[in-house]
């Protein structure tokens, strides 16, 4: 990945952690290398597999890439 695209994805992320649902798994892997394991990016690692888990086993694993309980991912998303 060029040196100037890393730098465009640490800045995105310092101005909105939420564009890591728009990258791929490469610029997450980058990205979670350069600014450490933030929980906007586990999760958005997380949902990146969701294809491959049902909705439960989906809900678990989004509540351990971010800290929190299942409910809490019901009721706040």
């Known amino acids: 990945m ?3 695209k890393q730098a465009e ?6 101005i909105d ?3 890591v649902y728009d990258m791929t798994q490469e610029e997450l892997e980058f990205l979670q290398m350069e600014v450490g394991e933030r929980e906007h990016i586990l999760d958005a690692l ?3 597999g969701a294809s491959s888990m049902t909705e439960e086993q989906l809900l ?8 929190c309980s299942v409910q809490d991912i ?4």
């Not at 678990?60 to 800290?67: P, V």
């Not at 019901?74 to 998303?77: E, N, S, T």
Request: aromatic share 12%; no cysteine; glycine share 12%.
């Open 2 to 4: 060029a040196t100037r």
């Open 9 to 14: 994805l640490v800045h995105r992320f310092n």
């Open 60 to 67: 678990y694993a989004r509540a351990a890439a971010l800290g």
């Open 74 to 77: 019901i009721d706040f998303g």
């Open 46 to 48: 997380v949902k990146l």
């Open 17 to 19: 952690p939420g564009s």
